[in-house]
C-alpha cells in the first residue's frame, strides 16, 4: 500500500462513515430508497422478519418513516427492473446498473460447476425453456421449491433455478411476497448493460470504489469484507487477471490515509473516497439520525470494523441456543448521536411493541432508546411498548419516566 496522503482522527473516520451510510445530514434522503441503494451499493437480504425485515429496516434506519409497501415498491417495482438480487456481501438487493460489474462472479460461479447443490444441466435446460416460453415464474409456479424436508431440502428445480440464477442464465429483479420471480436478464435490463463481458479487473474496480463510496473510509482489512472479494484469489482467474486489494484501490481513485491511533486502538491504513474527503467537515455540522438499526444493516456487517469505529461489541444470537443468548433473539443496535450506545430485542404482540431486552451502554442512552422504540413502533402500526428486562437495571425508571413522556 502506497504511503498514506493524510491522517484522520478516529473521530473524523467514523464521522465521514456514518455520512457515507446515509445516517449525517438531510442530503442522505434526498432520492428515497433508490438513491439509498444506489450510496450503500448493497442492501443485504434475510428471512427473519420481527418488526420487519432486514431490507425494510436498512431503509427505514436511513429515511425514516417511509411507508413499507413504498420500500418494497423501490426495490422490485412491478414494471420496470430497478435493482436486481445477486451475491454480494451476502444475498442482497443491488441497483440494477450494477449487473455488468458481478460478470466475474457470474464467471467463477460457471467455472466451479455447482455451488451448495449439484444441479442436473437437463432440469435446467427444461427450467430455461418454461421461463422462456411462459415469461417470468417463481420456484412455485415452476413445480416447487422444496421436497418435503427442512429448508435446505430443495426440489431438482430449485436447484436448478438458483444455479441459472447465479451464472447469470435467469435474473430476479422482483418478488410477489417473498418469493423470486426468475425472468431472463434480455427481458429486464436495459440493452447498454448486456453483453459487456467486463474483465474480473474491471469490475473489482468497480465494486471497489463501492466500498470505498458507500463506507467513506475503509480499512484493508474491510475492504474485501463489504463485497466478499477475494482479491487476487484463483476464482478470479479465469479471464487471467486477478488484481491486488492495492491495484483495485488505486484504479478506483481511493486515497491512500492513515487513521490516528486512539482510545478504540492503534494506528489503521485506510483507503478514503475523495468525495468523502471533500465533505469531511459537513459530517460535524449534519444532524444525526437516532434509530434501531438492523442486525444485517451494513454498518455493522464487519464486526471487527464496529469494535474497532464505534467501540461496540455486535453479533447475531438468533442461531445461538436461548440459554447461550447474551443479548437477545434479534439484537437490534441503537444509533445516537453518531455512536452505538445501546441495543434492544424486539418483538410484537398485537399492537404492542415488546422491548424484551434493553441494553443500554450510557445513561443518556435511556432518552435515545425512548425515541427510537416509540417511532419504530409507530412505523409498524403499534401503539404502545412494553419493556420487559432492561440492563443496567438502575436505568429502567429513567427508561420508563422517557417512554411515559413520549406518551407510551
Same mark, same amino acid.
Given at each position: 500500500?502506497?504511503?498514506?496522503?493524510?491522517?484522520?482522527?478516529?473521530?473524523?473516520?467514523?464521522?465521514?462513515?456514518?455520512?457515507?451510510?446515509?445516517?449525517?445530514?438531510?442530503?442522505?434522503?434526498?432520492?428515497?430508497?433508490?438513491?439509498?441503494?444506489?450510496?450503500?451499493?448493497?442492501?443485504?437480504?434475510?428471512?427473519?422478519?420481527?418488526?420487519?425485515?432486514?431490507?425494510?429496516?436498512?431503509?427505514?434506519?436511513?429515511?425514516?418513516?417511509?411507508?413499507?409497501?413504498?420500500?418494497?415498491?423501490?426495490?422490485?417495482?412491478?414494471?420496470?427492473?430497478?435493482?436486481?438480487?445477486?451475491?454480494?456481501?451476502?444475498?442482497?438487493?443491488?441497483?440494477?446498473?450494477?449487473?455488468?460489474?458481478?460478470?466475474?462472479?457470474?464467471?467463477?460461479?460457471?467455472?466451479?460447476?455447482?455451488?451448495?447443490?449439484?444441479?442436473?444441466? $437437463?432440469?435446467? %435446460? /427444461? &427450467? !430455461?425453456?418454461?421461463?422462456?416460453?411462459?415469461?417470468? =415464474? @417463481?420456484?412455485? #409456479?415452476?413445480?416447487?421449491?422444496?421436497?418435503?424436508?427442512?429448508?435446505?431440502?430443495?426440489?431438482?428445480?430449485?436447484?436448478?433455478?438458483?444455479?441459472?440464477?447465479?451464472?447469470?442464465?435467469?435474473?430476479?429483479?422482483?418478488?410477489?411476497?417473498?418469493?423470486?420471480?426468475? $425472468?431472463?436478464? %434480455? /427481458? &429486464? !435490463?436495459?440493452?447498454?448493460?448486456?453483453?459487456?463481458? =467486463? @474483465?474480473?479487473? #474491471?469490475?473489482?474496480?468497480?465494486?471497489?470504489?463501492?466500498?470505498?463510496?458507500?463506507?467513506?473510509?475503509?480499512?484493508?482489512?474491510?475492504?474485501?469484507?463489504?463485497?466478499?472479494?477475494?482479491?487476487?484469489?484463483?476464482?478470479?482467474?479465469?479471464?487471467?487477471?486477478?488484481?491486488?486489494?492495492? %491495484?483495485?484501490? !488505486?484504479?478506483?481513485?481511493?486515497?491512500?490515509?492513515?487513521?490516528?491511533?486512539?482510545?478504540?486502538?492503534?494506528?489503521?491504513?485506510?483507503?478514503?473516497?475523495?468525495?468523502?474527503?471533500?465533505?469531511?467537515?459537513?459530517?460535524?455540522?449534519?444532524?444525526?439520525?437516532?434509530?434501531?438499526?438492523?442486525?444485517?444493516?451494513?454498518?455493522?456487517?464487519?464486526?471487527?470494523?464496529?469494535?474497532?469505529?464505534?467501540?461496540?461489541?455486535?453479533?447475531?444470537?438468533?442461531?445461538?441456543?436461548?440459554?447461550?443468548?447474551?443479548?437477545?433473539?434479534?439484537?437490534?443496535?441503537?444509533?445516537?448521536?453518531?455512536?452505538?450506545?445501546?441495543?434492544?430485542?424486539?418483538?410484537?404482540?398485537?399492537?404492542?411493541?415488546?422491548?424484551?431486552?434493553?441494553?443500554?451502554?450510557?445513561?443518556?442512552?435511556?432518552?435515545?432508546?425512548?425515541?427510537?422504540?416509540?417511532?419504530?413502533?409507530?412505523?409498524?402500526?403499534?401503539?404502545?411498548?412494553?419493556?420487559?428486562?432492561?440492563?443496567?437495571?438502575?436505568?429502567?425508571?429513567?427508561?420508563?419516566?422517557?417512554?411515559?413522556?413520549?406518551?407510551?
Amino acid at each position: 500500500m502506497p504511503a498514506p496522503q493524510l491522517t484522520l482522527t478516529q473521530d473524523e473516520a467514523r464521522l465521514m462513515t456514518l455520512r457515507a451510510q446515509g445516517f449525517i445530514g438531510a442530503e442522505a434522503r434526498r432520492g428515497g430508497v433508490p438513491s439509498m441503494l444506489r450510496r450503500l451499493g448493497a442492501v443485504q437480504l434475510d428471512t427473519i422478519s420481527v418488526l420487519a425485515r432486514s431490507h425494510e429496516l436498512v431503509a427505514y434506519a436511513r429515511l425514516g418513516s417511509v411507508p413499507r409497501a413504498t420500500i418494497e415498491r423501490a426495490y422490485w417495482h412491478p414494471r420496470r427492473a430497478t435493482a436486481f438480487e445477486y451475491w454480494s456481501h451476502a444475498a442482497c438487493v443491488l441497483p440494477i446498473e450494477e449487473w455488468p460489474y458481478y460478470e466475474f462472479r457470474r464467471r467463477a460461479f460457471a467455472a466451479r460447476g455447482q455451488r451448495w447443490h449439484q444441479s442436473h444441466p $437437463d432440469v435446467c %435446460e /427444461r &427450467v !430455461l425453456a418454461r421461463i422462456r416460453a411462459e415469461g417470468p =415464474l @417463481t420456484a412455485t #409456479e415452476l413445480g416447487g421449491a422444496k421436497k418435503g424436508g427442512p429448508w435446505w431440502d430443495w426440489s431438482d428445480t430449485k436447484i436448478a433455478v438458483e444455479w441459472l440464477l447465479d451464472t447469470g442464465d435467469v435474473i430476479c429483479a422482483r418478488r410477489i411476497g417473498w418469493r423470486r420471480v426468475y $425472468d431472463l436478464p %434480455e /427481458r &429486464v !435490463l436495459p440493452a447498454e448493460f448486456l453483453g459487456q463481458q =467486463l @474483465t474480473s479487473a #474491471e469490475c473489482l474496480t468497480r465494486l471497489t470504489a463501492v466500498a470505498g463510496r458507500a463506507l467513506g473510509v475503509v480499512s484493508r482489512a474491510d475492504l474485501p469484507d463489504y463485497q466478499r472479494i477475494a482479491y487476487g484469489g484463483a476464482a478470479l482467474r479465469s479471464d487471467g487477471q486477478a488484481p491486488t486489494a492495492t %491495484e483495485a484501490a !488505486l484504479t478506483a481513485g481511493l486515497v491512500p490515509v492513515q487513521i490516528e491511533a486512539g482510545k478504540r486502538g492503534p494506528a489503521v491504513l485506510a483507503w478514503a473516497d475523495p468525495a468523502a474527503l471533500a465533505a469531511g467537515g459537513e459530517a460535524r455540522r449534519g444532524r444525526h439520525r437516532t434509530t434501531l438499526l438492523s442486525p444485517f444493516d451494513s454498518l455493522l456487517w464487519h464486526r471487527r470494523r464496529a469494535k474497532r469505529v464505534f467501540g461496540f461489541d455486535h453479533s447475531l444470537e438468533a442461531y445461538v441456543p436461548q440459554p447461550k443468548r447474551v443479548h437477545g433473539y434479534y439484537t437490534m443496535p441503537l444509533l445516537a448521536g453518531g455512536q452505538l450506545v445501546g441495543r434492544v430485542d424486539p418483538a410484537r404482540s398485537g399492537s404492542t411493541l415488546i422491548a424484551r431486552k434493553v441494553s443500554m451502554d450510557v445513561p443518556a442512552a435511556a432518552e435515545h432508546m425512548a425515541r427510537a422504540l416509540i417511532e419504530a413502533a409507530s412505523w409498524v402500526g403499534c401503539d404502545s411498548v412494553k419493556l420487559v428486562q432492561v440492563e443496567p437495571v438502575g436505568l429502567e425508571s429513567r427508561l420508563r419516566t422517557a417512554l411515559s413522556a413520549r406518551g407510551a
